[in-house]
């Protein structure tokens, strides 16, 4: 089952690759800087993050005797989880925001979570591209080290994509998902080590990080830009295969439940 999307999925990649393209501009029509705020959006979180927590508040890491050392951390985990949000975000919504597209149009219906995914990265490349300008120039780039970033970043997308599918069916079904989820996502954020150390917590509460897929994600990427270290890659499981569990659970539901879904909308 799981063989069969990529093959289908290439197929139509005119199709996909079009809706990409008309979200962009739909996003920026009637602006007079247009693309532009792309760049200028997270250009101001860096500065913003570089400027308040390293040079006015002096922010320092444990055991990280770096100027730029807590920025660079709050970046990487921010712009982690800003992916990882906005693929389930996006994704838990993409059978209702297209509801009339699916009952207009006959295409093969995860190319909407293939759109949802590209869009998302394109977006994180934009902005992760200044932020990997930025450590350019600061002096603190990890050298080979920073493609280990591909692995992880694609268990990432694997794990979001697979929960969003999961959660945009159900939410189909069931509008409180969505909403709930919201509330949750917040929690979330908060539960994962991304503007604090998990070594500054309490021992009683860290084997409840440890529990957090998305925390060894997190951590992983703040390895790579702020120690200049290859990660963990055993700590890359749990998300990984929840990822697949996901993925396979959200397309069988998907599969079972496509025509209901259309007469739900």
Request: charged share 10%; glycine share 8%; hydrophobic share 55%.
């Amino acid at each position: 089952m799981l063989m069969a999307v990529p093959k289908a999925l290439w197929a139509y990649r005119g199709f996909i690759l079009g809706n990409v393209k008309r979200e962009f501009q739909i996003k920026y029509r009637n602006s007079l800087l247009g693309a532009l705020w792309n760049v200028l959006n997270p250009l101001a979180m860096i500065v913003v993050y570089t400027v308040i927590f390293s040079k006015v508040m002096h922010s320092k890491l444990p055991g990280v005797d770096r100027s730029f050392a807590y920025s660079i951390y709050l970046c990487a985990g921010t712009l982690t989880w800003g992916l990882f949000a906005e693929i389930v975000g996006r994704a838990q919504n993409v059978f209702l925001d297209n509801a009339n597209l699916l009952k207009k149009i006959s295409f093969p219906r995860l190319c909407l979570p293939a759109t949802v995914v590209s869009n998302a990265l394109l977006n994180f490349a934009i902005v992760f591209g200044l932020f990997t300008l930025f450590l350019l120039i600061s002096g603190n780039f990890p050298s080979v080290v920073y493609f280990a970033l591909i692995p992880v970043l694609a268990v990432l997308v694997m794990f979001a994509i697979g929960l969003g599918i999961t959660l945009g069916v159900l939410n189909v079904f069931f509008r409180d998902v969505g909403q709930f989820f919201g509330i949750f996502l917040q929690f979330w954020f908060w539960g994962t080590p991304i503007v604090y150390p998990a070594a500054i917590l309490p021992a009683k509460l860290r084997p409840y990080v440890e529990l957090n897929p998305m925390a060894d994600v997190v951590v992983a990427c703040q390895t790579i830009l702020v120690n200049g270290q290859w990660p963990q890659w055993s700590s890359l499981w749990p998300a990984l295969l929840l990822g697949l569990v996901l993925c396979g659970l959200g397309l069988r539901l998907f599969r079972k439940h496509a025509g209901e879904m259309v007469d739900e909308l």
